[in-house]
């Protein structure tokens, strides 16, 4: 069984940084391609960042590039969200997700990960 789990949310001021923590458990770590979803209250889960399971390779929405670097370590079994230059606009609960398939494409839709996390709320004030 995957377990998930995110720390490191908060509340923060415009202009700040939060760093996001996920840690895996339950299957093979170094297989599982990883993302980081948002959603904000009243609107459906978006695609925030994404990370090859070598981590050679990452995607990222456009509202975040720039501002957000994805990265992990396997030897850890975690995946991170570094997010710096925060807008109000990131206000969410961000999720980790996990998708084991075969593969190297670095996929942005929900519907491609089988597995989450409970995630943890970022709040950013102006």
């Known amino acids: 069984q995957v377990q998930l789990v995110e720390s490191g949310g908060g509340l923060v001021q415009a202009g700040g940084s939060l760093r996001l923590s996920c840690a895996a458990s339950?299957?093979?770590?170094?297989?599982?391609?990883m993302g980081w979803f948002r959603q904000a209250p009243g609107k459906e889960r978006e695609f925030v960042a994404g990370?090859?399971?070598?981590?050679?390779?990452?995607n990222y929405a456009d509202s975040v590039k720039g501002r957000f670097t994805i990265s992990r370590d396997n030897a850890k079994n975690m995946v991170y969200l570094q997010m710096n230059s925060l807008k109000p606009d990131d206000t969410a609960v961000y999720y980790c997700?996990?998708?084991?398939?075969?593969?190297?494409?670095?996929?942005?839709?929900?519907?491609?990960?089988?597995?989450w996390g409970q995630g943890t709320q970022v709040t950013v004030s102006s």
């Open positions: 997700a996990a998708r084991y398939e075969s593969g190297t494409y670095v996929y942005t839709s929900a519907t491609n990960y089988g597995f």
């Open positions: 339950g299957r093979t770590f170094s297989s599982a391609l």
């Open positions: 990370i090859s399971r070598s981590g050679g390779r990452t």
